[in-house]
């Protein structure tokens, strides 16, 4: 199957656009990245938390704080954010806005050891259920503008979580 986001062309800016919510929806550029813009998004949420959890070494408990407050900013900006960038941009759900890619990487990421094997464990797995979009995911997407935008992907994270969380139990 393939990702939505692979049909998705270039994105079109308008000529009057909201930078904060540009800034946001694409996680700072990530999502004009090329090919497969939410892969970009993904893998910068990871990077993210690796950066913090590798160089700065902080208890597990601070990192599950900062995810779940990463999770909350990316939610409350990012439902916003998604829906105007859409508006502006004069699509349903651009490839390009990779904030709901954002939020569910860090759920997936929660409770992961910090280390590159639960990292790319966590990737693998939100990918593959933000791709496929097991039921009842795919139904969220019908959600209004930026509520379908982000909440599908908050889906697809929690499934990874579910997943990542059992083969924790193994690895």
């Known amino acids: 199957m393939n990702s939505p986001e692979a049909a998705d062309p270039a994105p079109t800016i308008p000529v009057q656009k909201t930078m904060w919510a540009w ?3 694409t996680f700072f550029g990530a999502g004009l990245g090329k090919p497969g813009p939410g892969t970009w998004g993904s893998v910068g949420a990871v990077l ?5 959890t590798w160089k700065i070494q902080p208890s ?3 990192i599950l704080f900062a ?4 999770i909350l900013l990316s939610l409350v900006l990012g ?3 998604a829906t105007i960038v859409a508006r502006e941009s004069g699509r349903h759900d651009p490839g390009f806005v990779v904030i709901d890619e954002v939020a569910g990487q860090w759920i ?3 409770g992961s ?3 590159w094997k639960h990292g790319l464990i ?3 797995l939100f990918r593959l259920f933000d791709i496929t979009k097991p039921f009842p995911v795919r139904q969220i997407e019908s959600l209004p503008a930026g509520w379908g935008i982000v909440f599908d992907d908050v889906g697809a994270g929690l499934y990874a979580l579910a997943v990542a969380s059992l083969l924790r139990i193994w690895i």
Do not use: C, K, R, S
């Open 23 to 25: 800034t946001v929806a």
């Open 60 to 62: 597990p408990q601070i």
């Open 79 to 81: 439902v916003p954010a």
């Open 122 to 124: 966590a990737l693998i």
């Open 108 to 110: 997936t990421l929660l």
């Open 113 to 115: 050891p910090a280390d």
């Open 67 to 70: 995810l779940l407050i990463g």
């Open 48 to 52: 993210l938390w690796a950066l913090f």
